[in-house]
């Protein structure tokens, strides 16, 4: 099993403004770099719907375990295994080793540290690149809750940080931006190997337990009580943790200033659907597989979008069907084709089960 940081490239996250990464640039399809895009991507009165999907069953709350690392956590275990709190030699001393190398977004670099379980290394790239700080600084935790790969450490006005790590693996493509959407339009196409590493996941993931699916309904449900609305577009901002079956989300943004006035919440059971079942590269799957393994493949996605619902329903997660199907009509321009469309598409497959 792979343990993944939040490096993902967080497609709403190119269009929103980071609040721990102000100088990321977003790219249109022509390569023209936008500036902040938060009044362009949800216009008022165009994203939202403000009817609220009600469920029936009476919630039962899910217990969340409230994460136990931090800085004080953090600089202890560097001075151990480094011998110093310094920012420099720290960052020599993980960046010399390139297996150390976690992988690669649109702005930084994140390094695993050996002999520590609980951290990653953030190193910014590029024009995002700042000055080091001699020490890392602390940073309060926006959402203490859930441990979803927040900085611990100062970022906004430093070229590196210490991330909480996330441990799981992503269940779609990792480079799944490269699939979508490219400046240059020179996509990349679905093979049949990566079709079936696709269904050989999703079958995994549809035997989690409910409590599984419930831990994710509670995230997306704490998310919409901050105010920040989740990249349902992107799949890998999802881990999923096959030892301890545990699916959590990553890469959490604040969401647009114009989501402050949305009434209802900012996020919903078709989010959760949506982001579990990769929706814009579903039909994709499918086109590549056989029969057999287009029936094993719908049924896993069934059985994932009925636990879904069922968290849905344990957890009191309420939230609007068209807030889902707007979003994915405004981000259309950002992809090479039309993702409200290829969103249809998707629904339309399971509307019996919807």
Known sequence: MITLPVFNISFLGNIQK????????????????LKTLEKDVFQKGEAVSNKTVTNPIKPTKTPIKTPQFGYDDAINKL??????????TIVKAVTANEKNLIGEGCSKKVYKMDGIEDYVLAVKKGENAGPMPEKFAPRKLNLPKFNFGEAITEYDNASVCILGKV???????????????????????????????????????????QSSFDYLADEFKYLSENKIRMDVINPNNVLCDSKNKRISLIDVLDAPKDFENVQGPLNGPSDMIAVMLDSLS????????????????????????????????????????????NTFKLVSKW???????????????????L
Not at 18 to 33: C, E, R
Request: hydrophobic share 30%; glycine share 4%; with cysteine.
């Open 18 to 33: 980071m609040k721990n990464d102000n100088n990321v640039n977003v790219v249109k399809k022509d390569g023209a770099k």
């Open 79 to 88: 001075k151990k295994v480094y011998g110093t709190d310094d920012v420099a």
């Open 167 to 209: 441990n799981g693996e992503s269940h779609s493509i990792p480079d799944w931006i490269e699939y979508h959407s490219r400046p240059d339009g020179l996509t990349k196409e679905i093979t049949e190997k990566e079709a079936k590493t696709a269904l050989s996941k999703l079958s995994e993931i549809a035997k989690f337990p």
């Open 282 to 325: 579903h039909v994709k799957y499918l086109d590549k597989l056989n029969e057999q393994d287009k029936k094993a493949f719908m049924n896993s996605s069934r059985e994932i979008i009925k636990k879904c619902k069922i968290a849905a329903n344990n957890t009191g997660f309420e939230g609007s069907a068209d807030f889902t199907r």
């Open 335 to 353: 992809f090479t084709f039309d993702t409200l469309e290829r969103y249809d598409s998707f629904v339309n497959l399971y509307k019996d089960v």
